[in-house]
């Protein structure tokens, strides 16, 4: 069977998994239909990043020792499952059990996805690639907003359905057109070899990470960026409606659409002058913009938790999305660009994901605590300032990068 250029399969991807994240109305189904409580809203994440702390190098290791589109395939397939159970689900510990089930499966294409294209490419190749990508994510987005709302002015639980059996999409699309010619399979002569060599290859990544310092400060950096990040993503819905309210003419899935649409947009066109940066600047650039931004969505975050009044808080919201992002794609640049070994690629990136699920799983449930006790501003602040040492890690990450440029190459 014919398969797909690899470029094209990746923006594909790209674009048709995120028409199927539709997170905006999912969290007013959450908020509106399953009425779960800041507790319940943050648990849910939090038994979601207890399991891709648990999963996320054992799946890692797979990707890396056996298939990345065997893995991508399992991946898409569990997450899609996992939403249209939730979009079915009657209660809402049903949901958080389900959402489990969505964090498993999502440790399958953690890494796997960034390294496959990587290795169909070169690794050389991809440094704009994620950014791009990132530019086709905003218009999937986009697309599947206006499907998912269309949905939801119906019915917020069809909505989520629909979001789901689009992510079944994309296992298929792997199933159909995903080639793998840049991946090297393991080399084993019989079966019995097949968990030493997962274990062996878990081994040489937690090493890789080690014994490069850069490396360590990065995944370094998502662990905190991870420890207050449950607050923003679970609380921000539940925050406007219940403590700033929106006005009785304002339909709320049109009010948050309006704001994913505008996030969009500007995030789509925002990404064109980091794109030449990153080609005019090096890794350098990169590492600058991480700083600015994690700063910018720390302030913004806080300056939303505070804000009174419902335009005042959405011109907020907006800002501190939009900061926060530009995030990801400058991260996975900066970190992909260290990894010089490929057959631990995938494993540390899954190890960097999972210092992000740990600071999650670790900060959530006090975060939900906060906001039971003393309300949900307090849980927004809380967590905004419990990401600021991953701004001082990104600062000194800088700095050790610049030693190793200007040093001779023995002794870096």
């Given at each position: 069977?014919?398969?797909a250029?690899p470029v094209?399969?990746?923006?594909a ?11 905006v109305?999912?969290?007013?189904y ?11 809203l ?6 979601m ?10 799946t ?12 991508l395939?399992?991946?898409?397939l569990?997450m899609?499952?996992?939403t249209v159970?939730v979009g079915?689900a009657?209660t809402?510990?049903?949901?958080i ?6 964090g498993?499966?999502y ?12 290795d ?8 704009s690639?994620f ?7 905003y218009?999937g987005?986009?697309?599947g ?7 939801g ?6 909505a ?5 059996s689009?992510t079944l999409?994309?296992a298929?699309l792997?199933v159909v057109?995903?080639?793998?010619h840049?991946f090297?399979?393991v ?11 997962l274990?062996?290859t ?9 014994g490069q310092?850069l490396?360590?400060?990065l995944?370094?950096?998502e662990l ?6 449950e ?6 819905e539940?925050?406007?409606i ?6 009785a ?12 649409v505008?996030?969009?947009t500007f995030?789509?066109?925002a990404?064109?002058?980091l ?8 890794m350098?650039?990169v590492a600058?913009?991480?700083v600015v931004f ?5 302030a913004g975050?806080?300056?939303f ?5 419902f335009?005042?808080?959405?011109v907020?919201?907006l800002?501190?999305?939009?900061a926060?992002?530009l995030?990801?794609p ?9 990894i010089?070994d ?13 210092a992000?699920a ?6 959530g449930?006090v ?12 849980a927004?602040v ?6 600021l040492?991953?701004?001082a890690l990104?600062a000194?990450a800088?700095?050790?990068?610049d ?10």
């Amino acid at each position: 069977m014919r398969r797909a250029d690899p470029v094209r399969l990746f923006y594909a991807l790209s674009f048709l998994s995120a028409m199927g994240g539709g997170w905006v109305v999912f969290d007013l189904y959450l908020v509106r239909i399953l009425q779960l409580s800041p507790l319940q809203l943050i648990l849910m994440g939090t038994v979601m990043e207890a399991t891709v702390f648990l999963f996320e190098v054992p799946t890692g290791v797979v990707a890396d020792t056996y298939s990345r589109r065997l893995s991508l395939i399992v991946g898409f397939l569990g997450m899609g499952v996992a939403t249209v159970g939730v979009g079915l689900a009657a209660t809402a510990w049903v949901a958080i059990a389900l959402w489990g089930l969505w964090g498993l499966s999502y440790t399958f294409t953690s890494g796997a996805f960034e390294a496959w294209i990587a290795d169909e490419i070169g690794a050389e190749n991809v440094g704009s690639l994620f950014l791009r990508g990132t530019r086709v994510e905003y218009a999937g987005s986009f697309a599947g907003l206006a499907l998912v709302v269309a949905v939801g002015l119906w019915s917020l639980r069809a909505a989520v359905i629909v979001g789901g059996s689009l992510t079944l999409a994309c296992a298929a699309l792997c199933v159909v057109a995903m080639s793998e010619h840049g991946f090297k399979r393991v080399a084993r002569s019989e079966e019995l070899r097949r968990l030493a060599e997962l274990v062996a290859t878990a081994k040489r990544g937690a090493r890789f990470v080690r014994g490069q310092r850069l490396v360590l400060i990065l995944v370094a950096t998502e662990l905190f960026a991870g420890l207050g990040a449950e607050a923003f993503d679970r609380l921000t819905e539940a925050h406007v409606i219940r403590d700033v309210g929106i006005p009785a003419a304002i339909n709320p899935v049109l009010a948050f659409a309006a704001v994913s649409v505008v996030t969009m947009t500007f995030g789509f066109f925002a990404v064109g002058p980091l794109i030449r940066r990153v080609d005019r600047g090096g890794m350098t650039a990169v590492a600058r913009m991480l700083v600015v931004f994690t700063i910018a969505t720390i302030a913004g975050q806080i300056a939303f938790a505070l804000g009174r009044g419902f335009w005042f808080v959405m011109v907020i919201f907006l800002g501190a999305l939009l900061a926060r992002g530009l995030l990801p794609p400058l991260y996975t640049t900066w970190l992909n660009d260290q990894i010089t070994d490929s057959s631990v690629r995938a494993t540390v990136l899954s190890i960097s994901g999972q210092a992000n699920a740990i600071g999650q799983a670790a900060g959530g449930p006090v975060l939900g605590v906060v906001g039971n006790s003393f309300g949900i501003p307090a849980a927004l602040v809380a967590g905004a300032l419990t990401s600021l040492p991953a701004a001082a890690l990104y600062a000194r990450a800088i700095r050790h990068h610049d030693d190793l440029v200007v040093a001779p190459v023995g002794e870096a």
